[in-house]
């Protein structure tokens, strides 16, 4: 892990963990966890643990991504991708650190609005993974992992320049449409379908592939 990328990481889970800390005694003893796709609140907790699950989180995260490489098996690792694997851990971590946030403001509010919000934020995490997606090469961690993609570099390689754009477009037009008030249930089936259309394409394009004796 890279000194500056590994720097943010830790500095956002102790912002998040120092937020917990310092609106602890603000916060009702029972505090919201879940939203459903309507944006209600369907999901609480007891405060005592429950300001302090995504910190763990993110901690976890973190410790994580510095074992990757040893839990890497040969011809699988992640060093070929070494600097896109911490770049994509900062932003797993930051998203956990704005979910975080937005809780703690509808804990302590406790009129605050947050679903719409959170599900952009979400948006705007796969317009960014998206962005990168087409560096990461074949491992058993992060990208499109299905026995086709694994099976073969080629196909590894065309799923995840086909999946980059497919989830840089779904990112920008699904957070632009929450921002214009489109229905929440809509925008996330928008993003189930967009991963499943990746899944499918990594199946469809290594048969195509065979067929022609490509691979």
Not at 18 to 24: I, K, M, T
Not at 45 to 73: C, D, H, I, N, T
Not at 180 to 204: D, F, N, Q
């Amino acid at each position: 892990m890279s000194r500056p990328h590994g720097l943010i990481a830790v500095l956002l889970t102790f912002a998040a963990l120092g937020a917990s800390l310092v609106l602890y005694e603000r916060l009702p003893a029972i505090i919201p966890l879940h939203w459903n796709l309507h944006g209600q609140v369907d999901g609480y907790g007891a405060k005592e643990w429950a300001v302090f699950a995504l910190p763990s989180l993110m901690a976890a995260l973190l410790v994580l991504y510095r074992l990757l490489p040893w839990l890497s098996p040969r011809r699988f690792e992640v060093d070929s991708f070494r600097l896109t694997c911490d770049f994509l851990m900062v932003l797993s971590v930051a998203l956990l650190g704005y979910i975080h946030a937005l809780s703690l403001w509808a804990a302590a509010s406790g009129t605050a609005d947050v679903a719409r919000p959170m599900v952009a934020g979400i948006f705007l995490f796969f317009a960014l993974l998206g962005n990168v997606l087409g560096r990461v090469r074949r491992n058993f961690w992060i990208g499109v992992r299905t026995p086709w993609t694994l099976a073969s570099e080629r196909v590894w390689i065309d799923t995840h320049r086909f999946s980059a754009r497919l989830f840089v477009a779904i990112g920008i037009a699904g957070f632009l449409a929450i921002l214009a008030g489109a229905p929440i249930v809509a925008a996330v089936a928008l993003l189930l379908a967009s991963v499943l259309v990746c899944v499918v394409y990594s199946l469809v394009h290594s048969k195509r592939l065979e067929r022609r004796g490509v691979i």
